[in-house]
């Protein structure tokens, strides 16, 4: 089972940016589905961003635009930019990666500051 570790959260001002890594614990070139996850207090967990091997991406509609999905395959490492930050976008990030089942990370906590 791939570990994999998330880094990079914190608190920022609103319109501000953060850049979350995910730290895979095996090479993720062969990982076909990766993705950013977050839970709000209250609210159930939803997909941000997802990344598939032959490099296909996509976004909720809520980020699309001001978030940016990408690998980093000689680092092992996914990646969320964020950008344009809202306090709506204050949650626990949580990386995810299907290898026969669902692996995720411990997630990170963003806090954006209106």
């Known amino acids: 089972q791939v570990q994999l570790v998330e880094s990079g959260g914190g608190l920022v001002q609103a319109g501000g940016s953060l850049r979350l890594s995910c730290a895979a614990s095996?090479?993720?070139?062969?990982?076909?589905?990766m993705g950013w996850y977050r839970q709000a207090p209250g609210k159930q967990r939803e997909l941000v961003a997802y990344?598939?091997?032959?490099?296909?991406?996509n976004y909720a509609d809520s980020v699309r635009g001001r978030f940016t999905i990408s690998r980093d395959n000689a680092k092992n490492t996914l990646y969320l930019q964020m950008n344009s930050l809202k306090p709506e976008d204050t949650a626990v990030y949580y990386c995810?990666?299907?290898?026969?089942?669902?692996?995720w990370g411990q997630g990170t906590q963003v806090t954006v500051s209106s």
């Open positions: 095996e090479n993720i070139f062969s990982i076909n589905y």
């Open positions: 990344s598939t091997r032959g490099g296909n991406t």
């Open positions: 995810n990666a299907f290898v026969s089942k669902d692996c």
